[in-house]
């Protein structure tokens, strides 16, 4: 029913960019919200962007607010991150994730890990000072 897949993670130095992709086969939902989430060892999962399939509107939390850009190609099923200006706390394991419920558009915002039902495996980003 829902498959996802992450790519594009990588090493970058500070202050650099990466974009990370997440080939999302979603079925049988046109109105669901794909999250992104990040995790580093020992701590609780963060999210940090999501997007609104239906129109698209997007939801940030402060600390990548202004430097992330979630966006959505609908033509192949796509939901990018665009991370610019990164920096070393930045480093993480980066997942997408689904909601087939969309409560980030209900409570507009990228709401809790726990609200999404589906995940893929993660991408490994890595920012060096």
């Known amino acids: 029913q829902v498959q996802l897949v992450e790519s594009g993670g990588g090493s970058v130095q500070a202050g650099g960019s990466l974009r990370l992709s997440c080939a999302a086969s979603v079925h049988g939902s046109s109105r669901n919200c794909i999250g992104w989430f990040r995790q580093v060892p020992g701590a609780e999962r963060e999210g940090i962007a999501a997007?609104?399939?239906?129109?698209?509107?997007?939801y940030y939390a402060d600390s990548v607010k202004g430097r992330f850009t979630i966006s959505q190609d609908k033509a192949d099923n796509t939901v990018y991150l665009q991370m610019n200006s990164l920096k070393p706390e930045d480093t993480a394991m980066y997942y997408c994730?689904?909601?087939?419920?969309?409560?980030?558009?209900?409570?507009?915002?990228?709401?809790?890990?726990?609200?999404?039902?589906?995940w893929g495996q993660g991408t490994q980003v890595t920012v060096s000072s």
């Open positions: 994730a689904a909601d087939l419920y969309a409560r980030c558009r209900l409570r507009r915002s990228v709401v809790p890990d726990y609200e999404y039902a589906y």
């Open positions: 997007i609104y399939s239906s129109d698209q509107i997007t």
